[in-house]
């Protein structure tokens, strides 16, 4: 995947992309890179994204809080939902082999109120 989207030049624009909101403002980039990468997680899985962001970082040199919050994106902005993160898959597998059962919906409710106030804590701590 990571190999595609690099051969069909979106790395490159995305680094692009990156590198411009960098020069404006590095703390906002990170913030918003962190967000985004958060969000990502959600639509597309941790893994991938975290590849496709590694090979973004990878392509120049960042700003130390803007790689630490595309870091904190990947691992807390799977919390959102089940399916952010394998590993949020395969502990709720098994809990359901324990007969405990968590639906999508509840996770995603408590993901909602617990993950933006550790995501916001976490950059926070980062970009300062």
């Given at each position: 995947m990571v190999e595609a989207l690099i051969?069909?030049?979106?790395?490159?624009?995305?680094?692009?992309l990156l590198h411009e909101?960098?020069?404006?403002?590095?703390?906002?980039?990170?913030?918003?890179v962190g967000a985004a990468t958060a969000l990502a997680d959600n639509i597309a899985n941790n893994l991938p994204v975290g590849l496709v962001?590694?090979?973004?970082?990878?392509?120049?040199?960042?700003?130390?809080a803007v790689i630490s919050a595309i870091l904190i994106g990947?691992?807390?902005?799977?919390n959102f939902s089940v399916t952010g993160s394998?590993?949020?898959?395969?502990?709720?597998?098994?809990?359901?082999r324990e007969?405990?059962?968590?639906?999508?919906?509840?996770?995603?409710?408590?993901?909602?109120?617990?993950?933006?106030?550790?995501l916001i804590g976490a950059l926070a701590a980062a970009i300062r």
């Open positions: 051969r069909t030049g979106v790395i490159g624009e995305l680094s692009a909101a960098v020069a404006q403002s590095a703390p906002k980039a990170a913030w918003s962001a590694g090979s973004v970082v990878a392509s120049d040199h960042l700003a130390s990947v691992d807390l902005g799977p394998l590993a949020t898959i395969l502990w709720l597998v098994a809990l359901r007969k405990i059962d968590v639906g999508a919906w509840p996770f995603l409710k408590l993901g909602l109120v617990v993950t933006p106030p550790a």
